[in-house]
């Protein structure tokens, strides 16, 4: 028997924000000691009173925009309650009804072409604190990110597969850190997804029961968690057992999902509106100011690039993958169009050159950049382009360029890297290598042209590669003709 596979993803991404959600604390706490960024409100002290921030509110709308999404003009944020030992106030201040954006939608590669999984809402919620375990079976609690502003990002159950989970998940986080709403950061937690997954005989109507697999974080484990859940629900269905709505996590070191509880119901969370916090009233010109500060999209670069710049499929969607890589390409592009460079041949540095040297270094494109100033890809092609260098020292060039920051031109002057020219220092050597090779030459004279490859290759080989092959085998061939004449 077939089954119908049925996933939905639950994003949570911290909002990039200089301060909490509730609080004027700092929210980047990743190197700070235990519990020193907290305070009356984060700590849930009774009586200490929040205030939202403005800019989680702004970048969520942002976040909302770039998914396609309707930004509602009255959001309410509520209180979200349980207990856990990470959640000092015993409820989570997020949003039931009236979320902040609603609908929308995002384009990925799905299993059989192009699919758009439709969203749910997107809301703004707190973060929880902490727990550590330790050995002897104590738990410690760290409060410095109870209360860091969230997002949370609920797809419609229009997945199909783990591989389509994955790639939402991954295109997701491309449009986040592209439009500047968070690091992306998934080791840390910044950017965490909670799996919903069901399985129905074919032909059956209803979903079958769904089971959630909570706080994954990376693109491979979604996919892994995915695939063994659906195995496990597939055998329980064959072998008649019944499949019970329930969490899960994933164990990645056996590979396996673990139960964890049965499902709670949204009744079980008594939401109600946070009597502290008013409803929030967004006007059409606000909305107007966050979707004028939408950038253009990874989706719509990589088209342009491709219809602009004549770049493949393929190259416009490695140079559109992060946005700073994109708009150092443009900045390339620009400078180098005024040597007369192609923005094609500066694609072939970046996608090849450029990303081998990031490899190498470890470092991000926007800290390279730093040294490998764009221009200096248009200057290094252009010496190529007027035979001022081989294809083996304009690499060269570029990777010196590249470690030192400083411009090919005064690389390629200061370690000799130019091709010997016509004239001089070339026919000197071309005068030596006919003189040295009087068979080929007499092969040559008898009609043989084939025969110059042999002494262009010996030329090429006396200059260790450092001239222009065509500038010997005119050169040669010029000296060949003279020697005859005067013969
Ligand atoms: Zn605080
Ligand atoms: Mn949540």
Do not use: I, M, Q
């Given at each position: 028997m077939d089954y119908l596979v049925t996933i939905g993803l639950e994003i949570h991404a911290q909002i990039l924000?200089?301060?909490?959600m509730f609080c004027?604390?700092?929210?980047?706490?990743?190197?700070?000691?235990?519990?020193?960024?907290?305070?009356p409100v984060c700590m849930g002290l009774p009586g200490a009173l929040p205030t939202p921030n403005r800019r989680a509110i702004e970048l969520a709308a942002l976040t909302g925009l770039a998914l396609n999404c309707r930004i509602s003009h009255t959001n309410v944020i509520s209180r979200k309650n349980y207990f856990y030992a990470d959640l000092p106030s015993g409820y989570q201040r997020s949003q039931y009804d009236d979320p902040l954006c609603v609908d929308g939608w995002v384009e990925i590669e799905g299993d059989s072409g192009p699919k758009r999984i439709r969203l749910t809402r997107v809301h703004i919620e707190e973060d929880t604190g902490k727990l550590i375990h330790t050995n002897d079976g104590g738990s410690l609690v760290d409060?410095?990110?109870?209360g860091v502003p969230l997002m949370e990002i609920v797809s419609k159950p229009d997945i199909s597969s783990p591989e389509e989970a994955r790639r939402y998940f991954q295109k997701l986080r491309q449009i986040l850190v592209w439009i500047g709403v968070?690091?992306?950061?998934m080791e840390s937690g910044a950017l965490r997804c909670d799996a919903n997954v069901s399985v129905r005989p074919a032909g059956q109507q209803e979903y079958g029961a769904k089971v959630e697999i909570k706080n994954i974080n990376s693109f491979r484990f979604v996919e892994r968690a995915l695939a063994y859940e659906i195995e496990r629900q597939i055998r329980a269905l064959k072998a008649g057992e019944p499949i019970v709505q329930s969490t899960r996590g994933w164990d990645e070191i056996s590979g396996t999902t673990v139960a964890q509880r049965t499902k709670e119901f949204?009744?079980?969370?008594?939401?109600?509106?946070?009597?502290d916090i008013p409803p929030l009233h967004l006007t059409d010109a606000w909305i107007d100011e966050r979707r004028a500060e939408l950038p253009e999209l990874p989706d719509a670069r990589r088209i342009r690039f491709i219809e602009e710049?004549?770049?493949t499929a393929y190259d416009a969607s490695v140079l559109t993958d992060e946005r700073t890589v994109s708009d150092y390409y443009e900045q390339a592009v620009a400078a180098a169009r005024t040597r007369g460079v192609t923005p094609k041949e500066v694609a072939n540095w970046l996608t090849g050159e450029f990303f081998r040297l990031l490899k190498e270094t470890g470092e991000s494109p926007a800290h390279a950049a730093q040294r490998m100033r764009p221009e200096y890809i248009g200057e290094v092609q252009e010496l190529l382009n007027n035979g001022v260098i081989t294809r083996t020292s304009a690499k060269e060039a570029f990777e010196a360029a590249f470690r030192e920051g400083r411009s090919p031109a005064v690389i390629v002057a200061e370690r000799g890297l130019a091709v010997i020219g016509a004239g001089d220092a070339l026919t000197d050597l071309v005068r030596q290598v006919i003189a040295g090779n009087p068979k080929v030459v007499e092969e040559y004279r008898r009609?043989?042209?084939?025969?110059i490859k042999y002494l262009i290759g010996q030329v090429m080989k006396a200059t260790r590669g450092q001239a222009n092959p065509q500038a010997v085998q005119q050169a040669l061939e010029q000296e060949l003709a003279r020697e005859q004449t005067a013969c």
């Open positions: 924000t200089r301060s909490k004027g604390c700092s929210a980047d706490y990743a190197d700070a000691p235990p519990n020193t960024h907290v305070c409060f410095n990110r109870a968070n690091s992306g950061d949204a009744e079980d969370y008594r939401y109600f509106p946070e009597p710049y004549g770049l009609g043989k042209l084939t025969a």
